[in-house]
């Protein structure tokens, strides 16, 4: 058996192109109990994976509120959007989970968040959705939609 020398295993795994989708999620924690998922990018059935990894590691690290923030993506697809949800389903959620999402963005038309907001807790800002957080309770019935308490 010959050795594969670097320049050829190179040829044999080529890079993915360069307008290949791409999703990129940042996790931060701005308050007690809750962190933040800012995702860029795009989110579609073939980024939704990698999402999904960030969001369960954020459940599972002892933050029981989830704000997913959608504010700035570039591209949205309701597939993409469809498998995030359907593995946050799966998964123990104990506390709040809140979306935000720009009215203004090309990605995600107003009637989309309409439909939306039927199903999830819906913020135009940032600070509303932490506002959310901190007032839900906590539950163990792993709903990802918790109730508030005022």
Same mark, same amino acid.
Do not use: K, N
């Given at each position: ?16 192109? /360069? ?31 990698? /999402? ?28 993409? /959007? ?33 439909? /939306? ?5 819906? +913020? ?15 539950? +163990?019935?792993?709903? +990802? ?6």
């Amino acid at each position: 058996m010959t050795p594969v020398m670097r320049d050829q295993l190179e040829a044999l795994t080529p890079a993915p192109p /360069l307008d290949a989708p791409m999703v990129i999620a940042t996790l931060s924690c701005p308050q007690p109990d809750t962190t933040v998922c800012r995702v860029t990018g795009s989110l579609d059935l073939v980024t939704a994976p990698a /999402l999904v990894d960030r969001l369960i590691e954020a459940v599972h690290d002892g933050q029981p509120h989830v704000v997913l923030d959608l504010s700035a993506v570039a591209l949205l697809d309701s597939i993409g /959007l469809e498998v995030v949800f359907d593995a946050l389903d799966q998964h123990d959620i104990a506390g709040h989970l809140a979306v935000v999402a720009d009215s203004r963005s090309a990605a995600i038309s107003r009637h989309d968040i309409d439909a /939306l907001d039927e199903v999830l807790d819906i +913020h135009y800002d940032l600070a509303s959705a932490l506002r959310a957080c901190s007032r839900a309770s906590i539950s +163990h019935g792993g709903r +990802h939609r918790a109730t508030a308490t005022y």
